[in-house]
């Protein structure tokens, strides 16, 4: 009651902080709230519950896991639906690509509530994309792909993503300014402005259809030298005949022909004569295209609003299988979704990244221990046969004395 009482003293809209919608898999039981697709035509893959061959924390670490090598896979919730309107929107999870990803998404899908689960596939309208996408040396960038009036605007801007084995915090922020926010790990990747960033509504300014370059206008800065002149010696043939070269003494004219020296580069060649360059008297500088207001152009102070947020999916192809999703948050509460990133990827990243190190140390070790005993059973296989060619020598001698 007292912040709506300040609120209204200030002339400020109060919005109550509120989390939308929450996904830590904590329990066992998230195939109950958790749809798969079935759509026809598409292989579709499985999750699995599982914290991954390394983490911070056995059980809070769990997520869905992508198990089998390529497939598609769709999976999606509902809650309650909300708006947006005149509130910030975060949406935020957490993607570690622990088989070290080589192409496919670490990306979700937020809908309103006309998705059918069970037939949602790669062409079901969506209303906003977000996330990593990794392919090859070349794609390893953050999608931030918004739906206006029924069509998909990617944005303009690259944002790369992480690309390593380790579990990392995406969270992209849409404020009702019609300002963004991405950050990766709780830490700013992008911003900007809507309106500037993606196309979703057509330019204020256009190129005025009815102006066009004058005739006389002169935009080259420098032009010939009308006094310059060829000289007179200029021009030589670019190859003459080898003054060194002598006619085989073995040469036959009859039946090799008429002999001819071979050609070679000519040093007083000097290629193709260009006046020199002077400053264009008559230079204007370049002509500009004057713009006017775009008679298209409508401004929408509410371009960031969508009526109904409603689900969540994960519509994605990988090749190689293994990326693990956490610690899903839709909320309008932006400091506390970074409160509750620190409490959940935060909390266990470092013991995770230490695990990690310790069973690559380990691995180094074996392996080392494995060439060494490899190396080992080399030299005794060598020892054995040099033993086996002695015996042979003393055999052959006995035989010899017999």
Not at 138 to 154: E, M
Not at 227 to 252: F, G, L, M, N, R
Not at 289 to 305: A, F, G, L, R
Not at 346 to 357: I, L, R, Y
């Amino acid at each position: 009651m007292k912040l709506l009482l300040i609120a209204a003293l200030l002339g400020v809209t109060y919005v109550e902080a509120k989390v939308f919608f929450e996904e830590k898999f904590a329990d066992a039981d998230w195939e109950s709230r958790w749809v798969q697709s079935e759509h026809k035509g598409k292989e579709f893959g499985s999750f699995k519950l599982t914290p991954g061959k390394f983490y911070g924390d056995a059980e809070k670490d769990k997520g869905l896991q992508t198990s089998q090598d390529a497939r598609f896979y769709g999976l999606s919730i509902k809650f309650k639906p909300f708006s947006n309107k005149d509130t910030p929107l975060v949406i935020q999870f957490s993607v570690k690509h622990e088989q070290n990803i080589d192409c496919g998404g670490g990306y979700l899908k937020v809908f309103d509530c006309s998705l059918e689960q069970k037939d949602m596939h790669g062409e079901s309208p969506y209303l906003i994309m977000f996330g990593p996408d990794i392919c090859g040396p070349g794609t390893k960038k953050v999608h931030v792909i918004f739906n206006y009036k029924g069509k998909n605007h990617l944005i303009k801007k690259e944002i790369r993503c992480k690309d390593d084995v380790f579990s990392h915090l995406y969270t992209l922020i849409v404020n009702p300014d019609n300002t963004y926010e991405v950050l990766i790990d709780n830490e700013k990747a992008q911003s900007g402005e809507l309106e500037e960033d993606w196309d979703m509504l057509p330019p204020k300014k256009i190129k005025d259809p009815e102006a066009k370059k004058p005739d006389d206008w002169d935009d080259r800065p420098t032009i010939p030298d009308p006094e310059d002149t060829k000289p007179e010696d200029w021009d030589q043939p670019e190859h003459i005949p080898d003054p060194d070269a002598t006619k085989p003494e073995d040469w036959d004219d009859e039946m090799d022909g008429e002999w001819e020296p071979p050609m070679i580069d000519n040093p007083d060649y000097k290629g193709e004569w260009k006046p020199k360059q002077i400053d264009n008297p008559d230079y204007k500088g370049p002509w500009v295209h004057p713009e006017i207001d775009n008679p298209e152009y409508t401004p929408d102070p509410e371009i960031y609003k969508y009526d109904e947020i409603c689900s969540v999916g994960l519509d994605l192809w990988q090749v190689k299988s293994g990326t693990i999703f956490d610690n899903f948050l839709i909320t309008n509460d932006i400091e506390e979704a970074k409160k509750i990133g620190e409490e959940t990827w935060g909390a266990t990243k470092d013991a995770a990244k230490k695990m990690k190190d310790e069973q690559d140390e380990e691995e180094r070790k074996k392996a080392e221990e494995e060439a060494k005993a490899a190396e080992a059973e080399k030299e005794d296989d060598e020892d054995d046969d040099d033993l086996d060619e002695d015996e042979d020598i003393e055999n052959e001698i006995d035989h010899d004395e017999l």
